[in-house]
């Protein structure tokens, strides 16, 4: 099965372009289109692909907003120009590891009521070293609701269980969610409790990401945004209780399966909200 792989890139991180299209053209799952949406022009993410080769794959789709709009509206908008059933994350600073898309995709064949994938992602260092992080859950099926209970958003503690940079999606699932959050920073996050909080999913045990660390990181950097942390976790979290309390989302199941069964059972009651 294909994979559309979703990028979105801004002149900031053109250099590290080269570094994740090797990851991609390294994937043991070659059925794979890279969308790769430039916020702005683009002049500089062009360069950059066409240096390394990239653009003369015919799998390698590049367009531009024309404008800076962020990364939730530009990832919603090369997922409008996606197509395949699976949606894969991968940020213009990240790398996939070699095997990323195949466990994902097969994850998703085994578990056919789950909407989403995701395994353990390791930090990747300017020296080239790779860290691990241990998941703070068990592999396989995601419960529905299982990553809301386990984020972590107190006064002294930030934690979301799985990074949510690489997971790979049903589009299905994507575009009743209504694709990236409006959010700053954590439009990511907000899109994946939500998912957590509508269906259930699949943690392999299989590194999948590669998360780069360095300097120009956008997480690392003072916007001047003043409305975040708090408030938008607050959104959230009223979110995630309000789509616990309706219907689960249901994939295209075939009929009489034992999945769909377990993909249509009552919702599920929300534990307490913890405080942002």
Not at 48 to 71: F, M, W
Not at 79 to 105: K, V
Not at 211 to 233: D, L, T, W
Not at 238 to 246: F, I, K, M
Request: aromatic share 6%; proline share 7%; net charge negative.
């Amino acid at each position: 099965m294909r994979v559309d792989v979703v990028t979105a890139a801004h002149s900031a991180y053109a250099n590290f372009l080269p570094a994740t299209w090797l990851s991609l053209n390294a994937q043991t799952h070659t059925a794979w289109r890279w969308l790769v949406q430039c916020d702005g022009k683009g002049t500089a993410v062009r360069n950059a692909l066409i240096a390394c080769g990239a653009s003369d794959d015919s799998r390698v789709q590049i367009a531009a907003n024309g404008t800076q709009e962020g990364p939730a509206v530009t990832r919603n908008v090369a997922l409008g120009r996606s197509s395949a059933a699976l949606i894969q994350n991968l940020d213009a600073d990240d790398e996939l590891e070699p095997t990323a898309l195949a466990a994902l995709a097969q994850a998703l064949e085994n578990h056919p009521a789950a909407g989403y994938a995701a395994g353990p992602a390791r930090d990747l260092l300017s020296s080239g070293a790779l860290v691990d992080f241990p998941l703070p859950l068990e592999p396989g099926r995601l419960q529905r609701g299982a990553l809301v209970d386990a984020w972590i958003t107190t006064s002294d503690d930030y934690r979301v269980p799985v990074h949510p940079a690489g997971v790979m999606w049903r589009r299905d699932l994507l575009l009743a969610l209504g694709g990236w959050s409006a959010m700053s920073d954590m439009e990511d996050t907000g899109l994946l409790m939500a998912a957590s909080a509508l269906c259930e999913g699949v943690l392999i045990d299989t590194p999948t990401l590669r998360y780069r660390r360095h300097r120009a990181q956008r997480s690392k950097k003072s916007s001047g945004f003043v409305g975040g942390g708090g408030e938008q976790i607050t959104l959230v979290r009223q979110r995630t209780a309000l789509l616990r309390r309706g219907p689960s989302w249901r994939p295209a199941l075939p009929p009489h399966s034992e999945d769909w069964d377990r993909a249509s059972e009552s919702p599920v009651p929300e534990q307490q909200p913890m405080q942002a």
